[in-house]
Structures are given as structure tokens and as C-alpha cells.
């Protein structure tokens, strides 16, 4: 598995979590880096992007202001810092490395180097 989700967990709405995204065997430098989300009986959706080159950082509109992604290369991890959660959010987060191709709105189809993902659950 080239990249390996971890700090998911369950906790109360209006909680925070950080989700980590870690480069195993595998140099997330190059890369954009997406964070998707999959609710039972949804279609994976796109949360945020960073990109390799810049830094520049994208936002799914319900969770803007909300989450902030962002890459630490020395550590080869991204991190998405979920903030205000609601039971909204609760879904199998992944993350994924962008090859080549848009980079908002992301395509799942374009994206490779999946990780197995981490779950989150809001709840009280």
C-alpha cells in the first residue's frame, strides 16, 4: 500500500480530528494529494487537495472553513485537520496521489496510489 491513512476515530459533533496521510515506500513530494470521503450507500466525493508544486489548497464547498489540508515533506505526510465536525462527515476517509490530470474538481478515476482509509464517525 504506497500510502497509509491513520487518526480516524469517533467523536462528538463540534469535535476536531487530524487525519495523516503517509507516504510508504512511496515520495509524496511529487504529487498532488487528495483527501476523499465515502458515506454508506454514497459515491466517493472529493474533500481537499494540496498540490506538489505551490501548496495551493482546494475545498469541497461543505467543508470549507471547516478542514485545512496540508503536507509536511520532511515527514512525507499530509494532514487534513478536521475541525467543527458534524454527523455529516462521518464516512471511510482516503487519500490519494494525482499523477497527472485536474487538480479541482478532483476525478476520482485520475487518482492513484490509494490508500485503505480511515474511519470517521460523528456522533454524540
Known amino acids: 500500500v504506497p500510502v497509509v491513512e491513520s487518526g480516524g476515530g469517533l467523536v462528538q459533533p463540534g469535535g476536531s480530528l487530524r487525519l495523516s496521510c503517509a507516504g510508504s515506500g512511496f515520495t509524496l513530494d511529487y504529487y498532488a494529494i487528495g483527501w476523499f470521503r465515502q458515506a454508506p450507500g454514497k459515491e466517493r466525493e472529493g474533500v481537499s487537495c494540496?498540490?506538489?508544486?505551490?501548496?495551493?489548497?482546494y475545498y469541497a464547498d461543505s467543508v470549507k472553513g471547516r478542514f485545512t489540508i496540508s503536507r509536511d515533506n520532511a515527514k512525507n505526510t499530509v494532514y487534513l485537520q478536521m475541525n467543527s465536525l458534524k454527523p455529516e462527515d462521518t464516512a471511510v476517509y482516503y487519500c490519494?496521489?494525482?499523477?497527472?490530470?485536474?487538480?479541482?474538481?478532483?476525478?476520482?478515476?485520475?487518482?492513484?496510489?490509494w490508500g485503505q482509509g480511515t474511519q470517521v464517525t460523528v456522533s454524540s
Open positions: 494540496i498540490t506538489s508544486s505551490d501548496g495551493s489548497t
Open positions: 490519494a496521489a494525482l499523477p497527472s490530470g485536474s487538480i479541482w474538481p478532483p476525478d476520482t478515476a485520475e487518482y492513484d496510489y
